[in-house]
Structures are given as structure tokens and as C-alpha cells.
């Protein structure tokens, strides 16, 4: 299937990904060839087929509601790029 | 030291008095630092030491946990508290875990020592072990071949006896096929037997954590020790842990060989001879076999990468530059800080399955493409219950072919391809093994597989111990 570059650069911004010019060829060629592959499905019937969400059908296992320290704020900040005293620190979000 | 390959032997020796593990564990760690096959990417040196006198005590006091001389190398995507685990990405450098999995910690409850973190393709993306931020695993045999992967570190590591055992994960055959290219034995439990706490995430309901060992024993022992219920992950099955040894085979029986398999036209005939012989000894020695046919082969790998790619888009979402791991140095504004740590952290092959998977998530493709993949998947997982109903076990290759060169694969469907074998085992969610039973004439091993019926470890395991004994 052909993908134009508009239908690129749109899953390359809802994936938060960016890529120059000759990723951008190399990433379109890719995504064309595992696209026809993957279209194969199309081969099957599928109707009145129920899609199959859950591998673990048939249970559901309940955990008494207690509160407990799952993670303490040093430790959720001990790998954070950047922190200042209990929060992570980011570049500005709005300008104003 | 002359180290024994199996955990059986050491265990005997431990309980003659003829083994220390400090020796053992010290011979270990020489033998990782003059490897030169890129399998560890970082030894726990002297914390394994500290436990290996540790546990000499408890042995001398005869308190000793279950895996008391067990050295295990772990595949650098299960989280071990206070020690770095990367999944061999740019975009967790540096990152070190704040809890330990539930496999590790059931691990080291019973006194196994962990000895070092093993190389895999990123995010457990890839069969070849050469999408790695620390470079390519090379296979303990020839250095220009891979290993297979994704968890190729934990296959050599094993092989090349840099450890007694390893854990991997296997969301397509990551266990399996590493096994299979690298001649140790690779167990794949069924989804839902191992907590899934703490393994870093690619497909949610695909993953599953299992092991890399030198015989069909100390697989079984390992997996029952990591088994069973945990609060932690809700997926998980509370069906009973299977046994801590194998069973010996005590009835004839009926073993299934899908056809199409052996009839797959990239097939090594080498490898589709070594299966039919096995078959026929099979036979000879009174088991039934059971030809079948499986008419999705060609609709597998298409139909997990659809949904392998889908969970993942939305597992490595969380991968923004803003909580942990790598952030760009020139983000400044908030799509700076998420696009340029993407973009900058993560390889190729992922950037590729991450697109993929938001392609068949989007609106307009949805439906004809995951919920497509969602009933095929349905269709495959009822077919394969329905052979396993009237078969024990099901028996074919574990991989086409044997290991082949380092950048020999550069298309990404014939990489994907090289799981045909594999990812049925992982769509329909049961068990599967490969065993070493192969030598090729190039000089290099191949494995044949075994898959059986969810949660039902034991007939697999019992089934594999009298094959490998046959």
C-alpha cells in the first residue's frame, strides 16, 4: 500500500517521534512493506468472530482497598533527568 | 575450577562438601570478564561474592533456600532494586530500578545468586541481538553469527557457561529461538504462570518471562519457583504452581505435528530431516503421532505484529523524557522535551514498531486492522486448543534455519519471519519449549519445539525430559 507523507508525519506526531528527511524516506518504505504484509489478515474470515481482548478470560482477582506506601517521593525522583526539591522539573510549558 | 553445567550437579557437589561458592561464583565472573561475546553488559561482582559467602553459611547450617548455588544472569529488561536495567536503550541510560520483579525476588527468596545483567535488542525488539545500544551479542560458537533474540545475551550467556541459567522474556519466540541458534534448552510458560511485575513492558498480553538453562530440570525447578500468584499483576493465574522436578513419562502418548510447519518452504532440510527422524523414533518407541493441519501459518506473524505493535505504541508511550531515563539536552518546550528524548533515545527497529502500531490504532485503520488481528487471534488460539484437546503436545522446528551472520538481515520482514515458529506459542498464550536436539552440518545447533496446553507444565516438561533422554 502507498503512504502518502501527510499520513506520515502524522502517526511520526502522534507517536511524538521526528525524523530528517532521509528517515523520513527510509521509515515511509518500511511502514509500506510491513503495511502489505500485515494485509494478509484480510484473507481470513473473520465474520461473526467475537475479537479476543483478554488472554486470561474467565477470572477476576480482587485485593483488599489498604492503603500502603507504594513509593516514597525520594524514590519516585531518584531517576527523574531533572528535580528540584519534591517535583520534577521541565522545560516551560506555556510561553505567557 | 571445572564448573558443572547444570544446577543438578552443583547441587550435588554442594551437598558432598565439594563446592564453594565463592569459587564457583568466582569462577564465574572470570570466565564473563574474558568473554568476548558481548553477553553481559555489567557483573554484579563483589555484592555476588558478599552472597555467595552468605549463602555458605546457610549451607553449612543446612538452612539453604532452594536455588542455593544457582548463578543466574538476567536480561537487562527485569527490574532488580537498586541495580540499572536499560532494556539496552539510550532512552534508559542510566536508570536504576526502585523495587526488584517478582521473579527475581521469588529467585532470590531462595537463596539463587544474581551475577550480572545480559545484553538483548532493545525493548525485546528484534531476533538477532543487533539492535542494542551496547552493541551486538556475538554467538559463543562463531563470533560473526548472532545469537538470536531478543534475548540473545541470555541464550550465549548460558551456552558459553557464564552462568548456570538466565532469564529472558518471550513476546514472539525472544526465549525460544536465542535457545534454539545457541543450543541450550528455552522455556517459554504458559501467559498468566510468572508475574509480569517489573518486566519491562513491550506487549502486554504477549510478554512472559521464562528461562534459558542447560537441561530440562533446572527449567522446571526455576519456573516453579517464579510462578504463582501475585498482587502485583492482575493477568496472573492463580491455577496451581506446577511441580519443582520433572515427572517421569509414565503413559503413551499422543503427539501433534502441524504439517504446514514441516512443509514451510524456507525450511532447512537438515532441520525438517533431524524433526522427522525425532518423529519416527517418536513412533517407534509406541506414542501416537498425530499429523495435522494449521491453516494460519502464513497469517501468524502478520497477526502479531499488528497487535504486538499496537500494545506497544502505547506501552513505550511513557518513555517522555519527563520522570526518568534519558531527556534531550535540547529540550525547551514541552513537544521538544517528548519528540527530540524520543527521537534521540530510541533505535531504529522500535521507532519502526512504534509508528506501526499507532498506524493500526489510528482512526480509519482500527477496524480493519487491530480488531482484524483481534479475531484472527481468536481463530488461531481456538484452532490451537482444539489440536491440544486431542494431542498431549504439539511438536515441530523451533526456527527455519540455523544462526546466521551478523547485518546479514537487513529487510524488517524477513527479520519478523524468523519468528514463524515461535509466535503461535505467544497468540494463543501456552507453554512452549526448545530443546537442543539438533547439530547441523555447518557445525551449528538447532533446537526443536514442544508447545502444550495452558498451565499444564508438568506433561510438557515430563514430555521434554523423555525426548531429550530418547
Redesign the interface.
Known sequence: MKIDQN??K???S??????NEKEME??TN??E???D????????N?EG????????EG???W?ADEVREM?PPN??L?????ADSSY?K????LDK | MDIPSSFTEIKQQINHGQLNLIDLCQSFINRIESSKTNAFVEIFKDESLKRAALINEKINLKKQGLLAGMIIGVKDNICFANHNVTASSKILS???S?FSATAIQRLLDEDAIIIGRLNCDEFAMGSSNENSTYGPVRHHIDHEKVPGGSSGGSAVAVAEGLCTASLGSDTGGSIRQPASFCGVVGMKPS??RISRYGLLAYAS?FDQIGVFTNNVEDACLLTHVMSG?D?YD?????VKSHTSSVKSLDKKLAIGVPEDYLNFNNLDPEIKQKTEEIIDKLRLSGHKINLLSFP?V??L???Y??LTTAEA?SNL?RY????????SDE??????????T??EG?G?EV??R???G???L?SGYYDA?F?????????I?EKTDEMLKENDVLLFPTTPSTAFNIGEIN???KM?LQDIFTVHANIA?VPAISLPLGSHSNKLPFGIQLMGRSFDEDSLYSIAESLMQL
Open positions: 499520513t506520515i502524522k502517526l511520526a502522534l507517536s511524538k517521534l521526528k525524523f527510509l521509515i518500511d511502514m512493506k510491513m503495511i504484509f500485515i494485509q494478509t489478515l484480510e484473507e481470513i473473520t468472530v467475537e475479537p479476543l481482548i483478554h488472554m486470561t477470572y477476576n482477582h485485593r513509593l524514590e519516585a531518584k531517576n527523574s533527568p531533572k520534577f521541565l522545560p516551560k510549558v | 542510566g536508570f536504576e526502585i501467559y498468566g498480553s500468584k498482587d492482575s493477568t496472573l493465574s492463580h494460519f502464513k497469517h506473524v502478520p497477526c505484529y499488528v505504541s508511550a517522555d523524557g519527563a520522570h526518568y531515563g534519558y531527556r529540550a525547551n518546550d514541552i513537544d521538544s522535551t517528548y519528540e527530540l524520543r527521537s530510541f531504529l521507532k519502526r512504534i509508528m506501526l499507532n498506524f493500526v489510528s486492522y480488531t482484524k488481528a483481534q479475531k484472527v487471534r481468536r481463530l488460539k529487510d524488517p520482514i519478523y498464550g
